[in-house]
């Protein structure tokens, strides 16, 4: 099964989700989005001490954590209808919803703050609709290798929506070819939109790159959000996790499997033959 087959995003059409009128004085959104467990925290925690504003409620994780209710509300309805277009309905819904929770978060902004934005990894999966209803969206899609999330002890985004995503395809398959098969269409459907629709406002960035070049990696992320990151100290800051690459240490067996799952998006991210990865 090649799970690049479909995407995971229905058809948002060119004005059918009226914009969010904000005026935060200060550019945004600026949003970190990724699958789950690519190690984003440390991207929140560089962007927040560099002046961007990702909220006041955050978890340990620093996920903005009304976002966060807001993607457990819609993601999976937004992905079950990506065989068409997005109903009308539910993007009214969404988009009355989303203001709310916009309007809330920018209630607390600083007067200290250089931009705003979120960090809600889950983000990626209504990528369209974020950014029809805010034009100005800038987007960080953070990737990591796919074979390593599939180890990890992080399930959160394949037990909830997993089913969504895939459908009836891979019910049975073990979790990690599961938990692969959604890394693979997610990020190929972000990584699609973002070379097609959001042109400069999309920032591709690969975990790997941030612990092997972090003060490059930190200098790229910085310009794209508008920061003064001091780029040294953050980059001092970045610790390699000792889970990068534990896949190698895994059955031959089931990493076939995941091969033969995802090799095309494992390939587009520079995962096979020590490619770094392109758009």
Request: charged letters at 25%; aromatic letters at 8%.
């Amino acid at each position: 099964m090649n799970a690049d087959a479909t995407t995971v995003y229905p058809l948002v059409p060119h004005g059918g989700v009226e914009p969010l009128t904000l005026d935060a004085g200060v550019p945004g959104p600026n949003v970190i989005g990724a699958t789950g467990g690519s190690g984003t925290r440390v991207v929140a925690r560089i962007v927040r001490e560099s002046g961007l504003f990702t909220g006041t409620r955050l978890n340990a994780y620093e996920d903005a954590l009304p976002f966060g209710d807001y993607s457990d509300r819609w993601i999976n309805d937004f992905a079950r209808a990506a065989d068409g277009r997005a109903p009308d309905e539910l993007l009214e819904r969404m988009r009355a919803d989303l203001d709310a929770v916009v309007r809330s978060h920018l209630a607390d902004l600083p007067p200290s703050a250089r931009a705003w934005g979120w960090k809600e990894p889950r983000s990626i999966y209504y990528l369209p609709f974020l950014d029809a209803a805010m034009p100005t969206l800038r987007f960080l899609h953070f990737v990591r290798d796919g074979r390593d999330m599939a180890f990890s002890e992080n399930q959160n985004q394949l037990v909830k929506h997993g089913d969504a995503v895939l459908g009836q395809e891979l019910r049975k398959a073990k979790t990690p070819v599961r938990s692969i098969a959604v890394w693979s269409r997610v990020n190929t459907a972000a990584a699609d939109y973002g070379r097609e629709q959001l042109g400069d406002r999309y920032l591709q960035v690969r975990f790997e790159d941030l612990c092997a070049t972090p003060a490059e990696t930190v200098r790229r992320i910085s310009d794209f959000f508008g920061l003064q990151a001091d780029v040294e100290a953050a980059a001092a800051a970045v610790r390699p996790p000792d889970t990068l690459g534990r896949w190698q240490l895994r059955r031959k067996g089931i990493v076939e499997d995941l091969h033969r799952t995802a090799e095309p998006a494992l390939a587009r991210f520079g995962y096979l033959e020590g490619g770094r990865g392109s758009t």
